[in-house]
C-alpha cells in the first residue's frame, strides 16, 4: 500500500495503472521525449522519475582513474604492425570486452554527418516523425521513445530511430529523407570496419582471418540512433540505464558530449570521447562464440 499525492491510500493495482495510463498518454502522442521538451515542460513526468537508490548507485561507482583500450589501426596490412593490433584486440577483448579504434578509415566528416543527421530528424517536423513511430518490431524503419517503455522500472530521457540495415539493401526509400544520404554512406564505411574488425578477432584466435566472416558473424545488422533531448531535472533520470549488447558487435560513434560508462571488473569507468574514434564492444552472443573457438584452439594445440 502506499499514499497517493492527495494523501489517500493507493493499492498497488492502482498506482500500476496510474502509471500504464501515464505511458500510454505519453506514447500516444508519437512526439518522443523531444515532444516533452517542445511543450516547454519544466518538471519530467514520473514515468522517467527513477528511485533515489536506484540513482545514487548509477553515479557513485563509476572509477575516472583507468582508462578503455585504445587500438590505432594505422597500417593493418604490414605484417609485423597487423600482429600488433591482433595482439591487442586479443588482449581488450579478454580484459574489458571493450575497445576504442582510430585510424580506422572511415572519414570523420562520414561519422559526423551520420551524428548531424540524426539529430536533423530529431529536430525536424514532428508531424514527419509521427510518420515512421511505432513499436513493431517488424519494421525495418521505427522511430520510439524507449523500446521497453512498458517493461521497464522507469523510461529513459531518450528518443531513438532504429534503422535495419536490411531496409538500405533493400528499400533506401524506407529512410526518412533528412538522413538518408548520410545514413546510406555511414554504413558502406562501418561495414567496412565491421568485416576488418571481424577478421582481426578471427586471427586473435589463431584463425584463419575469414573464419568469423565465413560465419556471415556481420551479415546482418541495426542502426540504433540515440537522441537526447536537454532534461530539466537531469539529476531525476538516465539517459541509458545499464545493460547489455546481446548480438555480435556494437560499434558505437559518441558525440564530445561525455557520459558513456563501461563495467570492468566490478567498477564502471567512463568512456572519454576521442574525435573520430569508435568504441567497439563485443556483444554477448559473440563472447559466448568466442569462448567456445578458444576451448576447441586450446584442446587443438595441446
Not at 32 to 41: E, F, N, R, S
Not at 122 to 134: A, L, Q
Not at 174 to 194: A, N
Not at 272 to 284: A, R, S
Request: net charge negative; aromatic share 6%.
Amino acid at each position: 500500500m502506499s499514499l497517493s499525492n492527495t494523501g489517500e491510500i493507493a493499492s498497488p493495482t492502482s498506482v500500476y495503472n496510474n502509471r500504464t495510463e501515464e505511458l500510454k498518454a505519453f506514447d500516444d502522442t508519437k512526439a518522443g521525449v523531444k515532444g516533452l521538451v517542445d511543450a516547454g515542460i519544466v518538471s519530467i513526468p514520473k514515468i522517467f522519475v527513477r528511485p533515489p537508490e536506484e540513482l545514487a548507485e548509477e553515479r557513485n561507482s563509476c572509477q575516472k582513474n583507468i582508462e578503455v583500450p585504445i587500438i590505432d589501426l594505422n597500417n593493418i596490412q604490414e605484417g609485423s604492425r597487423r600482429k600488433e593490433i591482433v595482439d591487442e584486440v586479443r588482449i581488450a577483448s579478454e580484459k574489458w570486452g571493450f575497445f576504442l579504434v582510430i585510424n580506422h578509415g572511415i572519414p570523420l566528416s562520414v561519422l559526423d554527418e551520420m551524428i548531424d543527421g540524426v539529430r536533423m530528424f530529431n529536430e525536424h517536423d514532428v508531424e514527419v516523425k509521427k510518420e515512421v513511430y511505432s513499436r513493431d518490431t517488424t519494421k525495418k524503419v521505427r522511430f520510439n521513445a524507449n523500446y521497453d517503455l512498458y517493461k521497464s522500472r522507469a523510461a529513459n530521457w531518450r528518443d531513438t530511430l532504429t534503422i535495419s540495415l536490411l531496409a538500405v539493401d533493400l528499400d533506401p526509400e524506407l529512410l526518412p529523407v533528412v538522413c538518408r544520404k548520410s545514413t546510406l554512406e555511414y554504413v558502406k564505411h562501418i561495414r567496412k570496419l565491421g568485416d576488418t574488425l571481424f577478421e582481426l578477432l578471427s586471427e586473435a584466435l589463431g584463425l584463419q582471418a575469414d573464419y568469423l566472416g565465413s560465419m556471415e558473424c556481420g551479415k546482418e545488422g541495426t542502426l540504433v540512433c540515440h537522441y537526447y533531448p536537454a532534461c530539466p531535472q537531469p539529476k531525476l533520470t538516465l539517459g541509458v540505464s545499464r545493460h547489455v549488447d546481446p548480438g555480435f558487435l556494437t560499434l558505437l560513434i559518441q558525440n564530445e558530449i561525455s557520459g558513456l560508462q563501461v563495467l570492468h571488473e566490478g567498477q564502471w569507468f567512463d568512456v572519454h570521447p576521442i574525435q573520430g574514434g569508435l568504441v567497439v564492444n563485443i556483444g554477448d552472443l559473440l563472447q559466448d562464440l568466442l569462448a567456445c573457438l578458444r576451448r576447441h584452439t586450446i584442446q587443438y594445440k595441446s
